[in-house]
Every structure is written in structure tokens, then in C-alpha cells.
């Protein structure tokens, strides 16, 4: 099993940008799928963004398609979030996670490792 490692979150200014880093462990996380998921205050913790092992098929939750866009490079087990115009209603803990056997990419149930976190804060 993979390990995962969250890092790139920081305050911004609404309509600004944050590129966001998951960093994993193990050999075989090119094997896995990967998402990203956050959790605002109060909230519970939605989809964002999931793509498959090889790079190719992406997955966006609605409120961030056209804005978020997520890659991987297997050759140095990370992955990664690009927000672009970021909106206050952004603001979120953002958790990558990674899974082996993944179908329903928007369900956080399908994954088997997540990283601890990184604080993303948009202000207005």
C-alpha cells in the first residue's frame, strides 16, 4: 500500500492560483488510481478531482471543472492539482488519496490511502 504525502496549500487571494502536490511512497503507485477530495468546515468531504493509473481519463466534480485540472507523473510517484481562479468557496482541507481497484471515481469509499491534508483559504 501506498503512502501519501499532501503538500502546496496555502492562503490566496481570491481568483489566484495553487498548485497542490501528493507525493507518494512505494513503488507501485503507478498501479493506482489517484483523487483529490476536500472538506470544508461543518462540511462532509467531497469529490474534486480523480484520474486514472496511466494518465490518460480525468474526472471533475462540477464546481471545479474548467478551473481545477489534475496530472501525475508515475516516473516520480506524485500527483497534482492545479487551481486556477480560485473562489472563496474553495476553501478546504484538500486530501489526496489513491486506490487499486477503483470504478466509481466520485466515491471516497473506493480509495484504500489517503494523505493527512493540506489547508487550501481563499479570501475574498
Known amino acids: 500500500q501506498v503512502q501519501l504525502v499532501e503538500s502546496g496549500g496555502g492562503l490566496v487571494q481570491a481568483g489566484g492560483s495553487l498548485r497542490l502536490s501528493c507525493a507518494a511512497s512505494?513503488?507501485?503507485?503507478?498501479?493506482?488510481?489517484m483523487g483529490w477530495f476536500r472538506q470544508a468546515p461543518g462540511k462532509e468531504r467531497e469529490f474534486v478531482a480523480a484520474?486514472?493509473?496511466?494518465?490518460?481519463?480525468?474526472y471533475y466534480a462540477d464546481s471545479v471543472k474548467g478551473r481545477f485540472t489534475i496530472s501525475r507523473d508515475n516516473a516520480k510517484n506524485t500527483g497534482y492539482l492545479q487551481m486556477n481562479s480560485l473562489k472563496p468557496e474553495d476553501t478546504a482541507v484538500y486530501y489526496c488519496?489513491?486506490?487499486?481497484?477503483?470504478?466509481?471515481?466520485?466515491?471516497?469509499?473506493?480509495?484504500?490511502?489517503w494523505g493527512q491534508g493540506t489547508q487550501v483559504t481563499v479570501s475574498s
Open positions: 488519496a489513491a486506490g487499486r481497484t477503483v470504478v466509481a471515481f466520485g466515491s471516497s469509499y473506493e480509495y484504500d490511502a
Open positions: 512505494g513503488r507501485t503507485f503507478s498501479s493506482y488510481a
Open positions: 484520474i486514472r493509473w496511466s494518465g490518460v481519463t480525468t
